[in-house]
């Protein structure tokens, strides 16, 4: 046995609940809340949201599934107990945390009848099985969701599972620590007062660096393995609509251009909804749709969920296959943290053939493939004409090529 031993510290810090560090480059990673988004936005061993960048998702002009993905984010930063910032013009803050999806708790206990004794766990120290010493600290895995985290968070559910059926209880949202900027109140933001025109976008930023430089810094405050570290999830929803009247033009960048930085350096990520339809509809000209393009490339990873028209629908076919799916996913850029090549471009996800169903239990996105040319879905009892299938059927019919009776030969020409 050899003597060289690892000096490690004697404390290290744990993770924060909900994360999990990755096994490509040690980037600490948080759900979105879709495990199967998770593996595309980081598809090595262990995916995820990684924790100080800033996602965009353009929304589409016929659905609201961008605003159902920001739900998403917003109920899996709940249940993990992380901080959450909410802000939106066109919908109260409020209304919209109270419409999210409620999640299953994989520990609780079946419920046991009245009179019946309590059934002994099978993991129980008379019960349990001997393995070697080494494997006796590792997860469990069963058919439920899985975490390949490290440290102390590993015992947690990395990501929750969502019934979009069930909302969020009412002592769920008291326990949540939330703040919500309603951004209807204009007379409240900056300069307003003073006779200048009102500018939303500081104000929110305001908001959010206060939020960051008291608990969620990751360079002010110092991290000791005593006190468990949290994540920010900030949510901002239609940002550059109609609602957000802007001081200037180059308000919207600035605004980007600064939370990204203030991002770099805390526990915090953010998702934002952007109504792109606006800028590229047929009115739009060239000009809008620059402005889009350089909006975008102040994100670190750009998504866009679009739905399949009816057109689109007719032209893959009335299959159980091709009518499952509800839209296409498309990657427009890829986060590359701590790393010169992302993990999906690394490990060749083919992200322009990425579709997602909407099912009762949450979004899954998968690999988009159409059913087999003719369909599938009909079977066949009868034989075509033509097919020779009578021949076979038929005894007295004699095959080769020189055969003769009166069937048909199945090998002739």
Known sequence: MSSFKRRTPASQPAPPTGTRLSAYNSQLLTSSGVSSLDDILASDACGGLP???????????????????????LAQGMAHGHGMLVASADEAPDALLRRLPGWTDVTTEPKQESGTPAAVPA???????KIAWRYQKLKRVDGGSTDMGQGASSAATFCHRFDLTKTVREEQLAAASVCCVPMDYL??????EHGKPADPYAHLYAEIAKQVDGEYSAVAKPVTGDAPRRILRIAIQSLASPSWPAASPQATFQFLHSLRGLLRYSLAVAMITLPAYLYESVAATSQSAAWLRRLE????????????????RAAMGATDSAT???????IRRAAGVNTLLSTSVKYGHPAENLAFRQRRHGLMVETFHLPPEGGVTERRSAPAAGSGSA???NPSAKLGCGGGGGGVDPLAF
């Open 391 to 393: 021949s076979r059927a």
């Open 187 to 192: 007379a409240q933001y900056n300069g307003a």
């Open 123 to 129: 993991d129980s120290e008379a019960d349990r099985m």
């Open 297 to 312: 490339h102040c994100a670190d990873l750009v998504l866009e969920l679009r739905s399949f028209t009816d057109e689109e």
């Open 51 to 73: 924790v100080g960048t800033l996602l965009i998702v353009r929304e589409d002009q016929q659905t609201r599934y961008a605003q159902l993905l920001l739900r998403y984010f």
């Open 324 to 330: 499952g799916y509800h839209g296409t996913l498309q």
